[in-house]
């Protein structure tokens, strides 16, 4: 973000309009901006999971022995969970650390803007291009391989609290972990790296069937294993439940790990967060 941009956000603190939760639209309507303006960062967020989608149900297409479903079909809701954690988790972790280094946080924060908006502003942005990545991976998976839309409400509903809190659990966790980068040189390292193992023992690259158990055991304690298992029971047939850990979708565990990553995911923030980096004291 620019100084342009703080001032802006000043000059709409000083048009008076009354509340965080309007501050914090307005906020969030700037974030949106900002983030279509750079149209490289909207190409790369928008297509690296829809490529990798292609490349791993290209490659592995085969039919899954005892499962009624294709090889192909397990990427589609794995790939939406991937992209609900890379527009939350990875864009915050990696955005607000680089805002800190640039003292735009700093600024921010000299301002009569109450923080919870800045915060606010945040969510928007995540839920925006949340709700297009996996609207877009739900097109390419609906078109090209076969994965059925849900055709009772139960399972719309299941969709949407799963969107809805691994979305804000995965961008609690993203606001806490852009702490620990020193620098805005290393934020991607730190960020993209426990992103990355994660995508690979949650069952995001490879079958579940296949990972280790304690593998899987470590990618329990994380959202987005559960989100992955969630997403295939709302978009994969009962018959698919073979390939789980459990041999069950765990709909109710799934709600209970994203709650209590949205609760633990406040709390880091509260405890973390600094408008500051390190050396600014």
């Given amino acids: ?84 954690m890379s527009t939350s988790f990875q864009s915050l972790g ?47 998976g609906t078109t090209l391989y076969d994965v059925r839309l849900p055709s009772d409400a139960a399972k719309w509903f299941a969709f949407a609290w799963i969107f809805v809190l691994g979305l804000t659990g995965c961008a609690l966790l993203g606001i806490a972990v852009s702490s620990v980068p020193k620098s805005s040189k290393s934020a991607s390292s730190v960020v993209v790296l426990p992103f990355l193992v994660l995508q690979f023992i949650s069952g995001v690259y490879i079958a579940i069937d296949t990972i280790p158990d304690w593998m899987l055991n470590i990618g329990a304690w994380f959202p987005l294993k559960w989100m992955c298992q969630g997403l295939r029971g709302v978009f994969l047939p009962d018959s698919a439940q073979v390939l789980e850990q459990a041999g069950s979708w765990e709909l109710g565990r799934t709600a209970l790990v994203l709650g209590a990553w949205c609760v633990g995911g406040l709390l880091l923030c509260l405890l973390t967060f600094r408008w500051k980096t390190r050396r600014d004291g």
């Fill in 94 to 140: 990696i955005s607000i650390a680089v805002e800190r280094d640039e003292k735009v946080l700093r600024r921010l924060r000299g301002t009569p803007m109450p923080p919870a908006a800045y915060f606010l502003g945040k969510i928007w942005l995540v839920l925006v291009t949340g709700v297009l990545e996996t609207a877009i991976l739900l097109l390419v």
């Fill in 1 to 84: 973000m620019t100084t342009t941009a703080v001032k802006e956000t000043r000059s709409h603190v000083h048009t008076g309009l009354p509340g965080v939760w309007g501050l914090g639209l307005r906020r969030g309507a700037l974030e949106i901006k900002q983030f279509f303006r750079q149209r490289d960062q909207v190409v790369f967020t928008f297509a690296f999971p829809v490529v990798f989608l292609f490349l791993f149900a290209s490659i592995f297409s085969d039919d899954v022995e005892g499962a009624g479903i294709k090889a192909s079909q397990l990427y589609v809701p794995a790939m939406m969970a991937a992209g609900i």
